[in-house]
């Protein structure tokens, strides 16, 4: 899918245009892919990205990541955050990471450490002992 509107390499000068290419990346033995917006040459994938070009990246790369490093994936801290009755903003301020933390995690801007990963698997199974972490 490419609009109409262009650009220019600026090493080779060659014509880009903007549309979204299937890129595939390998973190550890993980596959992923990447619907990859940016500026593409006409016969190849390699283009120049913006800043929130790169941010679809980003995304794809953690999900990869928190898998090889089995780590919650963004919809399974969502789950967790919900069973435990708690918005994204008491789930960071009780669990930790601060009240901005769990809409990061949830939207894959950012990983979360080991511990809470580890903490949500824990209460997940134990929902009760949330109430030890609330005192």
Not at 53 to 71: F, I, R
Not at 127 to 135: H, I
């Amino acid at each position: 899918m490419q609009s109409q509107e262009k650009m220019y390499n600026p090493e080779t000068g060659e014509e880009l245009f903007r549309g979204i290419r299937r890129i595939d990346y390998e973190y550890k033995g993980i596959k992923f892919s990447a619907d990859m917006p940016g500026w593409y040459p006409k016969d190849n994938d390699e283009g120049i990205f913006t800043k929130e070009d790169m941010k679809v990246y980003s995304k794809a790369l953690n999900l990869a990541k928190a898998q090889a490093e089995h780590l919650l994936t963004p919809d399974k801290i969502r789950q967790a955050r919900q069973k435990l009755n708690l918005t994204q903003e008491a789930a960071g301020n009780i669990l930790g990471g601060g009240h901005r933390a769990f809409q990061k995690y949830e939207s894959g801007e950012i990983l979360p450490s080991r511990a809470i990963s580890n903490l949500l698997k824990i209460l997940w199974q134990k929902p009760d002992m949330l109430k030890f972490l609330e005192a």
